[in-house]
Each structure stands twice: as structure tokens, then as C-alpha cells.
């Protein structure tokens, strides 16, 4: 058997698996075991609730780096925007963890966005899931629509609760859909090379 392949999900409670049994990781890791069945990965849970950009640019070290992992999924924005952090300071740590992966590892860097918010709150939240999609552009990098996986998956759901009462965090079968958007990353061997480190 080759190479071990290991996942950090790096980002705030969304990563983390807010107020469920089985976050959007646990999903994509059946999901990956399921699509390459001989896949040998682990997956490392680094989301922290209440995370921000800047507060994930502070534990990169320890909580990334030191792992030398194989693919770093990064989702921040909400609480960036809800604490005030302005467009420019989001952009800029957000370049810098990048930077910083790209330079002290050989990860393949993922950017994801997080959840579709209820109005007007939407409308902030899209400016700061541009820049990510801006960012994720100017570095050639994965670039997952996580918010609007989830919202065409709210307006198809038939007495599918797929969103907590807080109006924002997804319930377990909301963390599943989150998953399959990050699963096409892994799918599609002509967008990243993450897929092919299963095969």
C-alpha cells in the first residue's frame, strides 16, 4: 500500500460539525472510501467554532503545518464578517494561510465557502465568498461553492430539515450535502490533482 494521503479541514464550527454526531468531514471521508475503495487517508478535524481567518492563521502551525498533510480544505467568512473584520483584512489572512501552506508543505489547498445566510445578511456573506472564489483564481486553486451546493439542496428538500433553528449552522443531513460539494473536488482530476491521490 503507498502513501498514507492526509485531509486537514481547516476552518470554524461548520468544519468542526456544529451541534451534530457527523460533520461534513465525517460524510466526505465515506464518500471518498466509497469513490476509491482502496484509498489510504486519514482525515484530521481542525475546525474550532467561533474560528475566524485570523484566529486560523494564528494555530496554522499546529494545527496544519505540523500534520504535513496531503490536502488542506480551508473554510472561513462567517465569522470574519459577524466580528466586523473588514474585506481587505479577511483577504489578507486568508492570502497569507495560503502562502504559508504552499510554503512550509506539499498540500493540495482547497478553498470552500461556507453556508448560505437568511436575508440581508446574504448579501454581506457574498462579498466575502468573492474574494475567496478571487483568491482561489489567482492561485489556481480548487474553488468549492459550498453556499450555493447548499442552497439548491434547501429548495429541493421535501420535509427535509436541513437547517439548524439558528437560521445558519446545517443539520446532519445539511452536513452531508456540504460534503458532496467538497466531493467534487475529488472527483474531478482536470480542477485538482486530489483525486488522483486515492486512486
Not at 494564528?58 to 474585506?87: H, K, M, T, W
Request: charged letters at 25%; a negative charge; glycine letters at 8%.
Amino acid at each position: 500500500m503507498g502513501k498514507r494521503a492526509l485531509l486537514v479541514g481547516l476552518g470554524d464550527s461548520l468544519t468542526y460539525g456544529w451541534m451534530v454526531e457527523r460533520g461534513y468531514l465525517d460524510f466526505l471521508e465515506d464518500m471518498i472510501r466509497q469513490r476509491y475503495s482502496r484509498a489510504n487517508f486519514r482525515i484530521i478535524n481542525s475546525g474550532v467554532p467561533g474560528g475566524s481567518a485570523e484566529e486560523g492563521l494564528r494555530r496554522l502551525e499546529r494545527d496544519v503545518i505540523e500534520y504535513n498533510p496531503s490536502c488542506v480544505i480551508v473554510q472561513f467568512a462567517l465569522n470574519d464578517l459577524f466580528d466586523g473584520c473588514g474585506l481587505n483584512r479577511f483577504t489578507k489572512n486568508m492570502k497569507e494561510i495560503v502562502e504559508q501552506i504552499s510554503s512550509k508543505t506539499e498540500a493540495e489547498i482547497v478553498i470552500a465557502t461556507s453556508v448560505p445566510l437568511p436575508e440581508p445578511a446574504d448579501v454581506q456573506a457574498a462579498f466575502f465568498y468573492g474574494l475567496l472564489k478571487e483568491l482561489a483564481e489567482e492561485q489556481a486553486l480548487p474553488f468549492v461553492s459550498v453556499h450555493e451546493h447548499l442552497k439548491r439542496a434547501v429548495k429541493r428538500a421535501s420535509g427535509e430539515k436541513l437547517v439548524l433553528d439558528d437560521g445558519i449552522h446545517p443539520t446532519q443531513a445539511g452536513c452531508r450535502y456540504m460534503a458532496e460539494a467538497v466531493m467534487e473536488v475529488f472527483h474531478d482530476d482536470e480542477r485538482a490533482s486530489g483525486g488522483r491521490q486515492f486512486d
